[in-house]
């Protein structure tokens, strides 16, 4: 130990300057290393390093004996949270060789890191973390760590660990505070249970890492770390350690992707690389939107709006319509001017509401005074905003939009269709439809590592009327290589979920996903109510309806949701199967506004038929990306809820529009579950109404109001 902490002291001070941050890096790319672990770290040992909020990340490594695949999320600055996917491939899948073949273990965790003291002149970045927490426990450990930028190129770090980083061992010092840190204990079971009284106890180990940004080389790094892992307790096969420092060269490609070859155990050679992208601020991947054109010839238009109403309805029709909202309705009074209007373009209301505004004033004329919008999303009023003319053209001279905030009124609404003079002449039905690729994907098992296929989507929304559609999506297969996938579910519940297998190999060529037909409606400002019938997802079809009570003004919601269904033949067409249930939950909402952090519980029974509790909690992001996890706790037990012992996982939605010019309410998400188990298990309908329902949020229409005169 002493050895190694001299080491360590020299190399720190090599360079003398202490102050400095991770901030004043000034080559090419000043971003952490993803370890070998797939978090942020070293070469084995973590950092107290993070990435800005709002960004996601997916690192790959081949260290032998493990294969692993991590995706990294950063919430806030403060919080690294990651999934771990692991081929140890030098142990079978189980303890049976026949169930086994020469498939090897595979193992899933979740990790987590919460900086504890962000780094100032005279003292370090902090960190705490747990590894592994909730999953077999095969790599648990947790560490608290500390990280020192020196004269803008040397980062330095040294930290304490527990569990499988205690390789370097000493005594506990938590022992000082309570026994209960003495022995560490292992929980035998289902895996996926969090035992806490193992957390920091056991005895603990030292480690430390060097990292050198080598000056004009463009994102060239090399490290040195004393390891602190512990290869007698890591592995079921005890892995050889022929030296206790690991050497590692990682280069930045760009901004966003780097590779990393590094040294370790003293024995073997291991490589990978990491992709991240910032998805937190306003447009942060693509800055240049289009900007809403200006009304050729907007003086002559407004001469001719001015000769009658109907002419002044007629051109708000066109003019809108060339911006791609959909006029409504509209309406005259003396000199104010009403429209209601729909789009499906911008996911920021008060970026919508502008630009119809924008319109408004270059073709209306000059009797009108005083401006009232609305929007509409299936016949369902999400808010109405109102401004005299006057204080929309000042600010918008100078582009203020907070002192606009005092002139703009912005209230809950609802559409009533008898008190408008005009309604354009609607044909009925519309019919929208896209074509997208589909990837669909079974993990791990004795079959086999990975199972998939590709298919083609057909997506269609048909509009009988304002309030009444009919989604659809249609898949047809045009490769797979899923003909080995033979496990069967080992389930003791209602097989709701784990007859995934059947339905995977079964609707390999054409299937439908859903065919679900929807109407809305809103009985008052604050409550709104969708009913559904049809095929909701590739499992249940049935009838139900969801109700909905959302203040415009408020933090809070409650929605009750109930649905009959039975569950769908195999090959995903319209045939069934005998087993049919009714399940329902009662749904409390919460908006946190300062960290704009969405709180669901969702209480009721599922779909096998268990009752009890789902919590959910995500949070958005000013770009629209949302990264959010749930846990559900049920009537099962762990036992009956099987591998995993209780249902839980994490999801993040893309809007798509970051990556073009154009806006588009279109987004890309991605979930996960560690293990497909039928415990906890809900209905998975199309359009759920907190959803349909966004724009109504005054919360939402503020925040999002420095896009008014985008």
């Not at 205690?166 to 505070?177: A, R, V």
């Not at 049935?542 to 009570?549: F, H, I, S």
């Not at 991605?670 to 199309?686: E, K, Y």
Request: proline share 4%; charged share 20%.
């Amino acid at each position: 130990m002493r050895k190694s902490l001299l080491v360590f002291c020299n190399i720190t001070l090599l360079s003398f300057n202490l102050y400095s941050s991770i901030n004043d890096y000034i080559y090419h790319n000043k971003y952490p290393t993803f370890s070998n672990y797939g978090t942020l770290g070293y070469i084995q040992n973590p950092s107290a390093r993070f990435y800005q909020e709002g960004t996601l990340a997916f690192s790959w490594t081949h260290y032998d004996p493990y294969l692993r695949g991590s995706i990294i999320a950063y919430p806030f600055d403060w919080l690294e949270a990651s999934y771990q996917y692991t081929d140890v491939n030098n142990v079978l899948y189980s303890e049976i060789d026949s169930f086994s073949g020469s498939q090897s273990y595979k193992d899933k965790s979740f990790d987590f890191k919460v900086r504890l003291l962000k780094e100032r002149a005279y003292y370090p970045e902090i960190a705490l973390g747990v590894r592994d927490l909730g999953g077999t426990g095969l790599f648990a450990s947790e560490f608290l760590v500390a990280n020192k930028l020196i004269n803008n190129n040397l980062d330095v770090s040294i930290g304490i660990g527990w569990g499988n980083l205690n390789g370097n061992s000493f005594k506990n010092p938590l022992t000082y505070i309570s026994d209960r840190f003495l022995i560490r204990e292992y929980s035998e079971g289902e895996g996926g249970e969090i035992s806490l009284d193992s957390l920091f106890s056991g005895s603990a180990g030292y480690f430390w890492s060097v990292e050198y940004h080598v000056p004009n080389k463009k994102g060239l790094k090399l490290l040195i770390e004393h390891d602190g892992t512990n290869y007698a307790t890591e592995n079921e096969v005890p892995l050889i350690q022929d030296s206790e420092f690991n050497f590692g060269i990682v280069k930045n490609i760009s901004e966003k992707f780097s590779v990393k070859l590094f040294h370790s155990r003293g024995n073997t050679l291991n490589f990978g690389f990491s992709y991240h992208l910032g998805l937190g601020k306003k447009n942060p991947q693509n800055k240049k939107k289009l900007k809403q054109p200006d009304t050729e010839n907007s003086r002559a238009v407004r001469n001719v709006t001015a000769r009658s109403d109907d002419l002044l309805y007629r051109g708000t029709l066109k003019y809108l319509r060339d911006n791609g909202i959909a006029l409504q309705q509209a309406t005259r009074d003396g000199n104010s001017l009403e429209v209601v209007y729909s789009q499906s373009s911008y996911i920021e209301p008060a970026l919508s509401a502008g630009r119809v505004m924008k319109v408004l004033n270059e073709i209306a004329p000059d009797s009108i005074t005083h401006f009232n919008v609305a929007e509409v999303n299936g016949g369902l009023g999400m808010f109405s905003a109102s401004i005299n003319r006057d204080d929309y053209q000042r600010y918008k001279n100078f582009n203020k939009t907070s002192p606009l905030q005092n002139e703009l009124k912005v209230e809950p609404f609802q559409l009533e269709e008898e008190s408008y003079e005009f309604t354009p002449v609607t044909d009925y039905p519309f019919i929208f439809n896209t074509l997208s690729p589909e990837l669909r994907s079974q993990l791990g098992g004795p079959d086999g590592f990975f199972f998939g296929d590709f298919k083609i989507n057909f997506s269609s929304e048909i509009l009988f009327k304002r309030n009444l559609s009919l989604t659809s999506v249609l898949s047809y297969g045009l490769y797979d290589n899923m003909d080995p996938l033979q496990l069967a579910s080992d389930s003791i519940l209602p097989r709701v979920r784990t007859d995934i297998v059947q339905y995977l190999r079964q609707s390999r060529e054409f299937s439908i996903t859903r065919m679900q037909l929807n109407y809305y409606g809103q009985p008052s400002k604050s409550l709104y109510y969708k009913f559904s019938a049809g095929l909701f997802e590739s499992m249940f079809g049935g009838v139900g309806m969801e109700l909905l009570y959302r203040p415009f003004n408020k933090d809070y919601g409650l929605g009750f949701e109930v649905w009959d269904v039975k569950q769908r033949d195999y090959d995903q067409l319209f045939d069934f199967r005998d087993y049919r249930t009714l399940t329902g939950h009662l749904t409390l909402y919460y908006h946190e506004p300062s960290t704009n952090i969405l709180f669901k519980i969702k209480g009721g029974k599922y779909l096998a038929k268990d009752s009890g509790f789902t919590f959910d909690f995500s949070r958005v992001f000013r770009s629209g990306l949302r990264i959010g996890a749930f846990f559900s706790l049920t009537d099962i037990s762990a036992e009956e809820f099987g591998e995993g012992s209780f249902d839980k996982g994490f999801y993040f939605w893309i809007p798509v529009h970051l990556f073009s010019e154009n806006y588009s309410k279109r987004t890309w998400g991605w979930g996960l579950r560690p293990l497909t188990r039928d415990g906890a298990a809900s209905i998975i309908h199309g359009h759920p109404m907190w959803g349909v329902t966004d724009g109504a949020s005054d919360h939402l229409f503020r925040w999002g109001m420095d896009a008014f005169y985008d």
